[in-house]
């Protein structure tokens, strides 16, 4: 684990460590297929065999309950290891692409390969899924990596210093550790590709950076993403969902839903659903939600009091508090909260609020829904609740998101099938299965003549060359 020395040395130890890397590169590009499989079954089988250590560690950094590592950290995680080791002969074979009449005589394929020396820059709130997708796709890819675990969850990123030097030399994959001086040192160096788990804020500074060096980036962001209740939803169960995928992890989940839009003529009932639902999950035994074995914590002291100050704004506004509001900074606790009468001057509506507190607003028209949407960033997901699927399409044909999730929340994430990613200010660049694998890889167009020529379009232009060449524009 890394102290704290001068930029300086940082950027001397830092340097070393990517000339390793780079000079190890083109003989990462030429591993097999059961070679990189080889490499992320390391990683599948040290998750199974330290499964408890994964867990104590996130329990330290923010009281993350072992139910919800499983559900959020390694179901996951698994799931792409699996699916990655099931298809990567396949995605690693050039791809045959058709040949167009202007290029017969010619036969042409897309060639997978690596970007080389990639940096993978993790954020806190899933700590350990969220470095260990992209390493492994980053691996099925035949690439060298650094990875930068976040400082605000010290346990876990320890944990995954130890597990990558147990498991790789350092010319493959190596881990630093510390705070943003660490991150800002290691964006100077000229590495291919850059994917970064984060804020739009510092995805900003992160794709600024690599412009430097023309990198490719992957930023997976974040913003504000509604959830839109219409008048045929199912109310119970989108209470369920909704309330479950809010709480998760505290509320610090990128595409949880950050604000609620619920048709004026349920709002009652699914207000009242949701109070339920609430009581259910945290409260079975009327104990408060303090109490609850299953309910995670704000990760840090700075984090509780942003999410606050919050809270205190909308207040201050005119906001009222329906439910929860109870907090304790000695505990970095928050209760599930719902906050109503919020309007766009509060910063509740202009932030990502990244904690379990949730503004609730009416609406009557799904074009009344859709012109708050749209007057925002495009969000990095959009959920909808309905049993009309007209309303359903409207709503999708008239916004633009990541990804979309009906009837349910979250589960996207780990759909192994579909990309994930954001779109402009929630993000740039997909992930998931085979598009991590193309996000980490150059697609090298190759072109080969079989047989033919194309000599006769060759200077000087004569009148028939020019005519040869009139005919194809026009024919071709």
């Not at 995805?203 to 412009?211: D, F, K, L, P, Q």
Request: glycine fraction near 6%; include cysteine.
């Amino acid at each position: 684990m890394l102290t704290t020395p001068t930029s300086t040395d940082y950027l001397e130890s830092f340097t070393a460590a990517y000339d390793a890397q780079r000079r190890n590169a083109p003989r990462m590009a030429l591993t097999t297929a059961a070679e990189r499989i080889e490499r992320i079954r390391r990683i599948q089988r040290w998750v199974v065999a330290h499964e408890s250590d994964i867990k104590q560690a996130m329990y330290a950094d923010f009281r993350k309950p072992s139910a919800e590592v499983m559900l959020g950290e390694l179901m996951a995680l698994n799931a792409e290891i699996r699916h990655t080791v099931s298809n990567l002969k396949r995605w690693m074979k050039p791809q045959r692409v058709p040949t167009p009449l202007s290029m017969i005589g010619t036969t042409s394929r897309i060639h997978h390969e690596p970007k080389g020396n990639v940096l993978i820059i993790a954020p806190w709130n899933y700590p350990f899924v969220l470095s260990m997708r992209p390493l492994v796709s980053a691996l099925a890819a035949g690439n060298v990596v650094v990875i930068k675990p976040s400082e605000l969850t010290p346990h876990t990123a320890a944990l995954i210093s130890g597990m990558i030097a147990e498991l790789f030399p350092p010319d493959e994959v190596t881990v630093f550790e510390g705070d943003a001086a660490v991150s800002t040192a290691l964006l100077d160096l000229p590495f291919n590709h850059i994917f970064f788990t984060g804020s739009p804020a510092v995805g900003r500074i992160v794709m600024t950076a690599a412009a430097k060096h023309l990198a490719s980036v992957t930023l997976e962001l974040g913003g504000k993403s509604p959830a839109i209740v219409d008048e045929s939803a199912d109310l119970q169960q989108a209470a369920g969902q909704l309330v479950w995928g809010k709480c998760l992890n505290n509320g610090q989940t990128c595409i949880a839903p950050d604000y609620l839009l619920v048709h004026a003529s349920v709002k009652a009932s699914l207000m009242d659903a949701m109070k339920k639902t609430l009581d259910r999950m945290y409260s079975p035994d009327g104990q408060p939600v303090a109490a609850s074995d299953s309910y995670a914590r704000i990760v840090n002291r700075s984090h509780f009091r942003r999410i606050k100050n919050l809270i205190e704004d909308a207040l201050t506004k005119g906001a009222t508090i329906t439910l929860g509001g109870q907090t304790n900074e000695a505990d970095n606790f928050i209760e599930p909260t719902f906050l109503e009468n919020v309007t766009d001057d509060m910063r509740i509506m202009q932030d990502e609020i990244f904690g379990p507190v949730l503004p609730v607003l009416t609406y009557r028209t799904l074009d009344d829904a859709l012109r708050i949407v749209n007057q925002r960033e495009k969000p990095l997901a959009l959920y909808i609740h309905s049993r009309n699927r007209q309303h359903t399409q409207y709503i999708i044909d008239r916004t633009s998101a990541g990804d979309t999730v009906v009837n349910d929340v979250l589960l996207h994430f780990g759909h192994v099938e579909l990309p994930f990613g954001g779109v402009n200010n929630s993000g740039l660049g997909k992930s998931n299965g085979f598009f991590s694998f193309q996000e980490f890889s150059n697609q090298r167009g190759i072109l080969k003549r079989q047989f033919g020529t194309l000599k006769f379009l060759y200077p000087p232009y004569t009148d028939r060359v020019k005519k040869a060449v009139d005919f194809l524009v026009r024919h071709f």
